[in-house]
């Protein structure tokens, strides 16, 4: 049987820019990605020319009668070496092999393309593991000549320069922690070994990286040290500066200091330096020795390759994640964020703001302990006084939001009760009323599908755990009206009010969270006439006119109205998650896609479903480690979901996507009252600090980041497993594969086998250490809730701190062309020492092997008798653990949990791996067997 690879997905180790292609090395293989397509940055041309070999350099024949359209590429890595010819000249651009893959006996460190009086001859020269130098005919398949150092050592690195074998130059990085200088024509000892010229001593680790300008005579390394020096040689085609090798003639011009770890490669441009390094990060440094930028982006522990188009100003870089990210040079000023102090006293009041909040990326409202509402102008930067009321000083609370028709309504509520609504066009034409007894403890807008151009739903909470929904209405420069719509009763508790509403459209419902931080669903379906009239009819403290009653209930009172005090009845909640988020509460939910999803300052985001008038939880997640304030989601141009919150003192923008900060504002942590504010042009950050208002603001357009091949996993994967494989008549088959690794992490991959294309679908990210391996079966639910879903999988994974969890893999992919999809709806998860954690006084106890991890897990097919008896679906799991240990599970997919049903410890040292088994039922069973259908150790047989 002959095997073909589809697609490859490997560590990033060669990058090259040729013309307005992109070469990369991935493993024994080319890929070729065309950089000005009008499509985007797509990849042509995937082929594999060094066999078992690594792709470690890539590059093109500088020699002038090389032809701009079809450029000779030397590809080399480990022990192998081709020559490829790039044709552009056709519709698609096509590699060609110039020749057979040439094997050498060293390693390949650095390669020069050599002149010489045949055009069509090809000679090389080969920098070679230990310290030699090989003159290569490439046509003929053979080495002409090698000649060695009198340094023998084996070599990190290697630099050549010179065109010609005479004038030929190697510096070398060796494992001694010295540069190296030597020529390949230079005087021999009595070994026949070419004598060094010089030796360049300063770093405290070896070299990992060297590169020569020749312009400025300058030489960089990088080293393990985790630094990057300069060094003053001069010519090197002409010898060392100064002529004699002396101690002078060598100055060490600069030392950066700027990775974490260790620096893999260095360049020198004519500006800048550039530097990658095992910490993940590209940085950009000035021959001031200052660092311009720090690019970061790629997962994981390391940024290998390295290509600059210095004439477009593009950096690429390649990482161990099999990403490649495109980035664009800079200056520093147009790349860092403004930070503004605005100044309030500059207003001329002895006020101190107590609440703002952003009504666009052009207009922040204050509101102070006076009661006087301020407006700024971002653009204009002027304050303007709003409005003055004595009665909401000490106390209040704002909130704006601008309404489809362009206008922007304001709503203030204080410590008695009484909300103020208002346009920000004419304050002075205002509505008050009295909404709770007591103080207002929540006030804010909610957006309602469908809903009129001048029309805002506000939400208000009181002491008495009330929530009232009112309908405000807008017409031209004042509010017509204001119109109760429902009144709805939060649960006991102690802080008793709501934190966020979100409608749902098309269900008549509405969810809202609370400070208790559950979720609460409510019906939203209007009242008939008699409710209306039961309310218009409702007991009230002082007799008032009939207008003054309809006042009330169109939410208009007449200047000088007595307050009125109605019996409304309230609704109860049609379905409660109580203490979802935990004691903090509940700091958004929002409705997407046929999904809620709601935030809290447990640091977690929840996705969740409306299932038969309830809520159903589907995935729990978390954004980041050290992210435990999570304020909202956000929605990218791109579609991607965006988390909002504090990590440590830092305002931090998570895609969820890509696993990845967007944004990071150093604003000193939470804050009583902020905003934050995005907009295509522009992103703003505002807060109230030590009594003054500070303006975070930052370009969009200054993100200089392109993703040009999305990065799958930061560590080693230790597990692929096959989902499903569908058959589209437009794209081919595209097989769905699951990957575990190392980083906690399972991908939820679409592989297209025609074109190799690997698009990830989905992370899932709950594990709290390394995923070690995985199992997938048959789900009991093969289209879920989800019309749209043409297929399910059950997905089994396991690994460190004996943790096992279980999820549903729904994929979707109704039409023929539209994109495949995956949505994960967690199940149940298990740990041995889960309940650990819950005992009291635990640190006088001896925990009893911590470090246990699962090291193999397969699904057990138990026969029929088993699953008659379990009278639900139900999967048996077996788990082979580091302990010795072999488990079964039992998971009921209805119930959701996972059962430690039976545990053996027959081994004395860790289980390595499982194999699948049938059941074949016994003639005669075992009295006492705990497992339905289960009979006798015996009658289990491996399959074949």
Not at 11 to 21: H, K, M, R, Y
Not at 223 to 240: A, E, F, H, M, T
Not at 424 to 429: G, H, I, Q, Y
């Amino acid at each position: 049987m002959q095997c073909e690879s589809v697609s490859l997905l490997s560590p990033i180790t060669a990058l090259q820019f040729v013309g307005g292609f992109l070469l990369s090395g991935e493993g024994a293989g080319v890929n070729l990605y065309v950089l000005n397509s009008t499509n985007g940055y797509e990849k042509k041309i995937s082929c594999n020319v060094l066999r078992n070999y690594c792709v470690h350099g890539i590059k093109p024949c500088w020699l002038t009668y090389a032809q701009t359209s079809s450029p000779r590429l030397a590809v080399f890595g480990a022990k192998g070496l081709i020559v490829l010819q790039l044709n552009t000249c056709a519709e698609e651009p096509k590699l060609q092999k110039m020749g057979q893959l040439l094997e050498l006996h060293d390693w390949i460190w650095d390669l020069q393309w050599l002149k010489s009086d045949c055009e069509s001859a090809m000679y090389f020269g080969l920098a070679l593991g230990h310290n030699s130098v090989v003159l290569c005919d490439y046509k003929a398949g053979r080495t002409l000549c090698e000649v060695h150092c009198d340094v023998k050592c084996i070599l990190y690195s290697a630099c050549f320069v010179g065109h010609s074998w005479t004038e030929l130059v190697l510096i070398s990085g060796t494992v001694f922690n010295q540069l190296v200088l030597w020529r390949m024509e230079g005087p021999t000892d009595e070994d026949g070994r070419v004598q060094t010229e010089r030796r360049i001593s300063g770093h405290s680790g070896v070299i990992f990286s060297i590169n020569y300008m020749e312009k400025n005579g300058i030489l960089a390394s990088a080293s393990d040290d985790r630094s990057i020096r300069l060094w003053k040689v001069g010519n090197l085609r002409q010898g060392l500066k100064g002529g004699d090798g002396g101690a002078d003639s060598v100055q060490c011009l600069l030392q950066l200091y700027g990775h974490q770890s260790r620096v893999w490669s260095v360049r020198l441009l004519e500006n800048y330096i550039i530097s990658v390094g095992e910490d993940s990060a590209c940085i950009v440094w000035s021959y001031n020795g200052e660092i311009i930028n720090c690019f970061r982006g790629h997962k994981g522990r390391s940024v290998r390759a390295l290509a600059v188009n210095e004439d477009k100003g593009w950096l690429v870089t390649g990482g161990a994640d099999s990403g490649i990210r495109l980035w664009k040079i800079r200056e520093k000023k147009s790349e860092d964020m403004a930070i503004t102090q605005l100044g309030f006293a500059e207003t001329g009041k002895m006020e101190t703001p107590k609440s703002l909040t952003l009504v666009d990326p052009a207009l922040l409202l204050v509101m102070t302990d006076a009661g006087s509402i301020y407006s700024y102008c971002l653009i204009a930067g002027k304050w303007k006084l709003i409005l003055e009321d004595p009665s909401y000083q000490s106390y209040s609370l704002l909130a704006a939001t601008r309404l489809v028709s362009g206008c922007v309504v304001c709503a203030v509520g204080n410590i008695n009760g009484w909300v103020k609504i208002f346009l920000l066009s004419d304050p002075a034409d205002w509505l008050e009323n009295q909404m709770h007894q007591g103080k207002v403890h929540s006030l804010g807008w909610a957006s309602r599908e469908g809903q009129s151009r001048g029309k805002g739903h506000l939400f208000s909470s009181g002491a008495d755990g009330i929530m009232i929904w009112q309908e405000v209405s807008c017409e031209g420069d004042c509010v017509t009206s204001v119109a109760e719509k429902c009144r709805y009763l939060l649960p006991l508790c102690k802080h008793r009010w709501h934190t966020s509403v979100a409608f749902l459209p098309e269900l008549h419902l509405l969810v809202c969270g609370d400070r208790r931080g559950s979720l609460l669903l409510y019906s939203c379906a209007g009242r008939d006439q008699d409710e209306r009239r039961r309310l218009s009819e409702g007991s009230v403290d002082v007799a008032v006119p009939e207008s003054a009653a309809d006042g009330f209930l169109e939410g208009r009172l007449p200047p000088g109205s007595t307050r009125i005090a109605a019996q409304l009845e309230c609704r109860e909640p049609v379905f409660a998650l109580l203490g979802l988020h935990g004691k903090l509460g509940v700091t958004s939910v929002m409705y997407h896609d046929g999904f809620v999803y709601s935030t809290g300052r447990d640091g977690c985001y929840r996705q969740l479903k409306v299932e038969d008038d309830g809520l159903k939880l589907l995935r729990s997640q978390r954004a980041c480690k050290g992210m435990d304030w999570v304020e909202r989601l956000l929605l990218s141009p791109e579609g991607n979901l965006l988390v909002l919150g504090f990590h440590s003192t830092n305002l931090v923008l998570w895609n969820v996507k890509t696993s990845e900060r967007v944004l990071c504002v150093p604003c000193g942590g939470g804050h009583r009252s902020w905003s934050y504010s995005s907009s295509p042009a522009n992103e703003l950050f505002t807060y109230i600090k030590s009594g003054d208002i500070f303006v975070c603001q930052r370009n969009s357009h200054d993100s200089s980041q392109t993703v040009i091949k999305e990065c799958v996993h930061g560590r080693e994967l230790t597990c692929v497993r096959l989902v499903e494989r569908l058959d589209a008549s437009t794209d081919g088959p595209i097989s769905i594969l699951a990957t575990s690794s190392e980083d906690t992490t399972v991908n939820v991959l679409a592989v297209y086998e025609s074109s190799g294309h690997v698009s990830k679908l989905t992370t899932i990210g709950d594990h709290i250490s390394s995923v070690r391996t995985m199992a997938i079966t048959k789900s009991s639910q093969p289209h879920g809730s989800d019309n749209r879903c043409s297929s399910s999988a059950l997905l089994f994974s396991a690994g460190g701190r004996a943790e096992l969890q279980c999820c549903h893999l729904f994929i979707q992919h109704g039409t023929v062309g539209a994109p495949v999809s995956c949505q994960v709806e967690h199940v149940a998860s298990h740990r041995l020492a889960e309940d650990w954690e819950h005992k009291k006084n635990r640190h006088r106890m001896l925990k009893m092997d911590p470090e246990t991890r699962y090291m193999s897990i397969v699904v057990v097919d138990a026969g029929m008798n088993f699953w008659t008896a379990c009278k639900s679906p139900s999967h048996l799991l077996a788990a082979a653990g580091s302990d010795g240990s072999v488990r079964l599970f039992l998971i009921d997919e209805c119930q959701r949990n996972i059962v430690l049903l039976a545990e053996s410890f027959y081994h004395q040292r860790c289980v390595l791996k499982l194999q699948t088994f049938t059941y074949q039922p016994a003639t005669r069973g075992r009295a006492g067997s705990s497992l339905p259908g289960v009979k006798s150790p015996s009658v289990w047989s491996e399959r074949a």
